[in-house]
């Protein structure tokens, strides 16, 4: 009988088509879930290994541009509700006076639970590192966008007493930082439809979800995209499949995914979840 249920789930799921910038079905950027509940905000704290005046500098930029998204964004104010935002920068010394610096952002709920992670690395003049000012808005450009979609107003928390521990393995096979980017957008959806992902070492998650990507070669201009996703037991066996598959010009996801990757996670995971649901419906009838 749960064979059964397998099969069905699999081929149920099975076919899902991706997302923006392909079927173009992307919130706009006024919906509700850019929107933090009873509009709680974010608050944008100054970004950790950054000098002053740059750290104060970035946070504030960062806080402008989530409000540009319509995110109530701000570097002070906050209540019990708040989302926090937290910046870690990390530099290396490229030569001709020029530093490349990476930052880790990190978007936390109210009860300081991550829920979303965006990276962003520049090149720049070390001085302007040092001295802050307005050439640090470009650390915001695609992540304030990213970021403001991870703030979402309906999902309920997930109750540790019930919910099933889901852990989501590393992406293979995407070009660009697309195995990263991926990996991280699925964690963000899977939360935001209401399942409790591992959060420690010693965590068992009882289901995880395989991420693999296939491009094929340029044709006409075009590529062949098809991303799996494998809902596994933690012991490796399958439990069902939602694939994704569509035609991009060609070399469009060579370098970084940005909001792409939140678009193919957003369209696959209520496929996921499904999934999962199903599985557990079947358990407990059996």
């Not at 709920?109 to 991550?114: E, I, M, R």
């Not at 193919?264 to 499904?274: F, S, Y």
Request: charged share 20%; net charge negative.
């Amino acid at each position: 009988m749960r064979f059964t249920v397998f099969a069905v789930l699999a081929l149920l799921c099975a076919c899902q088509p991706l997302p923006h910038p392909f079927d173009h079905d992307v919130p706009s950027a006024s919906s509700g879930v850019l929107t933090p509940p009873d509009s709680a905000g974010v608050v944008v704290e100054p970004i950790a290994g950054a000098p002053e005046p740059t750290a104060h500098d970035l946070a504030a930029a960062m806080a402008d541009a989530l409000q540009r998204d319509d995110v109530p964004a701000s570097t002070g104010a906050s209540n019990r509700g708040s989302y926090r935002l937290l910046g870690k920068a990390t530099t290396k010394d490229v030569g001709g006076g020029n530093v490349l610096v990476k930052i880790a952002w990190e978007m936390h709920d109210a009860s300081g639970v991550p829920v979303s992670r965006q990276d962003t690395t520049l090149s720049m003049p070390l001085a302007v590192w040092q001295q802050g000012g307005k050439d640090l808005t470009e650390f915001t450009h695609e992540a304030a966008p990213f970021l403001a979609r991870m703030v979402e107003s309906t999902a309920p928390a997930p109750r540790l007493d019930v919910d099933p521990l889901v852990a989501v393995r590393v992406v293979t096979g995407a070009p660009g930082d697309g195995d990263q980017s991926l990996g991280h957008a699925m964690e963000d959806a899977l939360r935001r439809s209401n399942l409790n992902l591992v959060q420690k070492p010693d965590d068992k998650p009882r289901f995880l979800v395989q991420g693999s990507v296939d491009v094929a070669p340029p044709e006409n201009g075009k590529q062949q995209v098809t991303i799996s996703w494998s809902v596994l037991h933690p012991d490796g066996s399958s439990i069902g499949q939602v694939k994704q598959e569509n035609a991009v010009p060609a070399g469009s996801l060579d370098g970084a995914w940005g909001l792409t990757a939140y678009d193919v996670a957003n369209a696959a995971a209520p496929g996921i979840a499904a999934l999962i649901a199903e599985l557990q419906r079947a358990d407990a009838r059996s």
